[in-house]
């Protein structure tokens, strides 16, 4: 009984947190990358989808991954204690992943950015 618990909650809940988070991003993150690509809006919509669909990819393979219930479910706080050692994992894999996006976007800026804001071209 417990397995079929933790089943139905962790499948719920990596859900509920992908889409949480990648719904989070797409909202606060558009103003971020129309900076970017500020004249370029095709590669803009491009590159959303992309995010969205590494996004939903690392999310789902991570969830997958570690579906499986590796020590005997022998009771509620067992079932809460492995679905949260789960999430927290899937937790930081998106979130290393997010700064690696920001990481390498902030490389792509365009120049004239940099420099609107008082920064130097190098």
């Known amino acids: 009984m417990y397995l079929e618990i933790y089943y139905l909650a962790y499948f719920g809940l990596c859900a509920m947190v992908c889409a ?3 719904w989070t991003l797409r909202r606060f993150g558009t103003a971020f990358l129309r900076e970017t690509f500020r004249d370029r809006l095709e ?7 992309l ?6 990819l690392a999310g ?3 969830a997958l991954l570690t579906f ?4 005997p479910l022998g009771g ?3 079932v809460a204690h492995v679905i949260i050692m789960k ?3 899937l937790l930081l894999l998106l979130g290393f992943a997010h700064i690696l996006n920001l990481g390498i976007l902030a490389l792509f800026r365009q120049p ?3 420099v609107a804001r008082g920064g130097d071209l190098l």
């Open 76 to 78: 509620p706080s067992v």
């Open 20 to 22: 949480g988070l990648a």
């Open 60 to 62: 789902a393979g991570y």
């Open 43 to 49: 590669a803009l919509h491009a590159l959303f989808r």
């Open 68 to 71: 499986w219930a590796f020590p």
């Open 51 to 56: 995010f969205d669909v590494g996004f939903y």
């Open 112 to 114: 004239s950015a940099r």
């Open 87 to 89: 999430l927290g994992g």
